[in-house]
Nanobody
Framework: QVQPVESGGGVVRSGGSLRLSCRAT????????MGWYRQAPGKQREFVAS?????LTTYAASVKGRVTISRDGTNIHLQMNLLEPRDTAVYYC????????????WGQGTQVTVSS
């Protein structure tokens, strides 16, 4: 089983920075794209950023220029700068598996709280 595990959340003041990390153990599974999503209270989960095995990145318009996603094998990171209260959410890591056991695997999430 692929079980992404997130870390690095916390409480930060507006304008501050946080770095989230996600570790996914591939084992016999072929993990391809990985990404970050977030869910604020009372809202649907939304896309934040993703990265392919070839390190091609995609960002949501709401975070572009303020966050950077990076990858080392099946570990990914999200460097978040200039955080705003609207960035407050639970951040989830997703690992996409192709082939055997194919599908999307989600972590448990890590809370990010930005105070004004």
């Amino acid at each position: 089983q692929v079980q992404p595990v997130e870390s690095g959340g916390g409480v930060v003041r507006s304008g501050g920075s946080l770095r989230l990390s996600c570790r996914a153990t591939a084992g016999v599974f072929n993990i391809v794209d990985m990404g970050w999503y977030r869910q604020a209270p009372g809202k649907q989960r939304e896309f934040v950023a993703s990265i392919t095995p070839n390190l091609l990145t995609t960002y949501a318009a709401s975070v572009k220029g303020r966050v950077t996603i990076s990858r080392d094998g099946t570990n990914i990171h999200l460097q978040m700068n200039l955080l705003e209260p609207r960035d407050t959410a639970v951040y989830y890591c997703k690992a996409e598996v192709h082939g055997r056991g194919g599908g999307d695997y989600w972590g448990q999430g890590t809370q990010v709280t930005v105070s004004s």
